[in-house]
């Protein structure tokens, strides 16, 4: 239990955020609990961290808190959720990936290097969020960790894959994006129309495939 | 049925949201003022679930071409019928070929016309409500336009409707421009230095960047000296965000669900549909309180919600031939 705190966010929701080291297992952490509090609670896991909204006419956040130190304690250890991998063909650099030369550079890696090793691994879906159907996935290794873009771009087109701050990510629509932008896919990851609306759920894994 | 005329500086179908779907990065969206979206429903004895049209800041004109029962709440608009006064917060029977128009803004921002049967669109992850940013939801995805049809979902007669005109709301709702909030412990440690206490010192003009997404409140900057990296975690309508620039962000329905700024305070949650009646230029005053009386704010605002309506005075029946 010592490894989360729990804060208030106002009279009606409390933020539970597990201050692990290991971002990957805080994560999975996060994930597990978000899903041990549904249904009794609205719960919203992201990256390491799980936003639980309640009616304060039924609950005082005393109450929640307690319920959420409960369910951590009965959650398993090594609690990893068992999402699918989804195979994700990428057309990495020239107009597909504009960034792709720069982050290489910026990374002290050759182009071939910086794809192989993006390539190399399924990464984890750790949260959905910033945009409808926009997958936070990693964490990726400090060898392809960058700063976001000194200049967010007004418009980063649908379907370009990214990095930024210990992410790789995939832009679902048309949206101002300050990542770097290192490849395409033509895969549709939001869909308003499609229950579910994404492609992709946080605990899914993600393999890139260099097209 | 009502035919959109104009649609005057902006018109948007709102319903309460899209709850549940804020794991796939879907903003809960919504009514911005839910107090009177929830109010105009239920003057046309609609479920609290319909969908609304939102009208900001006025402008906006609508013709009736079938004949209808609507119900008009929140910002004072100006609101007309052929040109004759059209009561607020009680339930109105509407002949085709009347005109109600929203003229200018008297006070408030955003008014919630209701339709007897709720206004019909699509439903789209679990709501009519328009998401301007991601062009789905309301109509096609976007805001209503000239000749747009505003349909009630169907299944009423006509029979019905008659009797749900003349309802009244029996109780005014408080739209002081006062916000209380309460402090997040959030913000304190990862901004130790920021003079967090300022937020009630003097009041905020709302920025001119202020939409559906959120408040951008001007004034003094809260510099803080350092900010870490801060993973982004789960933020909701009322979290009030600070950026590196100082200038605190009051996030509204159109929110992303995420965010990774600290945050410094949170509106209560019987106050957000003050803050959705401000626009640009407008001044806003924040006001720290206690989470108990936050949550009595919030009993009194659900008691309110559920009072009966006022049966038919006669008053709005006689607006109605009048215009």
């Known amino acids: 239990m010592t490894d989360w705190r729990i804060l208030p966010m106002g009279e009606a929701a409390v933020l539970a955020e597990c201050v692990l080291d290991d971002a990957a297992a805080a994560n999975a952490q996060a994930l597990a609990l978000a899903g041990a509090l549904q249904p009794d609670f609205e719960a919203l896991p992201a990256i390491r961290s799980v936003l639980v909204r309640f009616d304060p006419l039924r609950w005082m956040a005393d109450e929640v808190a307690a ?20 195979i994700v063909p990428v057309r990495y650099g020239g107009v597909h990936g504009p960034d792709l030369c720069e982050a290489a550079q910026a990374l002290g890696l050759s182009v071939e290097a910086l794809v192989a090793q993006h390539t190399a691994q399924p990464w984890r879906v750790l949260m959905i969020g910033f945009a409808p159907g926009f997958p936070y996935i990693g964490p990726l290794p400090a060898s392809l960790a960058l700063p976001r873009r000194a200049t967010p771009r007004p418009a980063v087109p649908a379907g370009s894959v990214a990095i930024a701050a210990g992410f790789t990510g995939i832009y679902p629509a048309r949206l101002p994006g300050g990542w770097h932008l290192i490849g395409q896919t033509d895969l549709k990851l939001f869909d308003p129309m499609r229950e579910p609306p994404t492609l992709l759920q946080a605990g899914d894994c993600v393999q890139f495939v260099a097209l | 049925m009502l035919r959109v005329i104009a649609p005057g500086a902006l018109c948007t179908v709102q319903d309460l949201g899209r709850a549940g779907y804020q794991r796939f ?86 008014a919630y016309l209701a339709l007897a049967g709720g206004v019909d669109a699509p439903v789209v992850l679990g709501s009519r409500s328009t998401y301007l940013p991601g062009s789905f939801g309301g109509l096609d995805g976007r805001a209503l336009q000239m000749d747009d049809l505003i349909r009630p979902v169907p299944g009423r007669s006509q029979r019905d409707l008659v009797r749900l005109a003349g309802c009244a709301w029996p109780a005014a709702v408080d739209y002081t421009p006062l916000i209380r909030i309460l402090s997040c412990q959030h913000a304190r440690d990862l901004l130790p230095s920021a003079d967090v206490a ?40 009322g979290v009030i965000q600070l950026p590196p620039d100082g200038l605190p962000i009051l996030l509204m329905a159109d929110a992303q669900p995420t965010g990774g700024y600290p945050v410094v305070a949170v509106v209560i949650q019987a106050d957000l549909h003050r803050a ?12 720290w309180t206690t989470i108990g009386e936050a949550t009595q704010a919030w009993r009194e605002l659900q008691r309110l919600l559920a009072l009966p309506v006022e049966e038919d005075d006669g008053t709005a029946l006689a607006a109605a031939s009048r215009g």
């Open chain 1, 67 to 86: 319920n959420i130190r409960r369910r951590v304690d009965e959650l398993a250890p090594a609690a990893q959720a068992d999402g699918q991998t989804l």
């Open chain 2, 198 to 237: 300022s937020l009630t010192a003097h009041p905020w003009r709302v920025g001119a960047a202020s939409n559906r997404i959120g408040v951008r409140l001007e004034g003094p900057p809260i510099r803080a000296s350092q900010s870490r990296d801060v993973a982004s975690f789960g933020v909701f309508p």
């Open chain 2, 25 to 110: 990065g879907v903003p809960l969206g919504g009514a911005m003022d839910r107090v009177a979206c929830a109010i105009a429903n239920r003057l046309v004895g609609n479920p609290p679930t319909s969908a609304c049209v939102e009208i900001t800041a006025g402008g906006a004109v609508f013709e009736v071409v079938e004949p209808c029962v609507v119900a008009v709440a929140g910002a004072d608009l100006v609101a007309t019928l052929n040109g004759e006064p059209l009561p607020m917060w009680m339930s109105v029977y509407l002949a085709t070929g009347r005109r109600i128009a929203f003229e200018r803004r008297r006070s408030g921002a955003r």
């Open chain 2, 276 to 287: 959705a009646q401000a626009l640009p230029g407008d001044e806003l005053r924040l006001v």
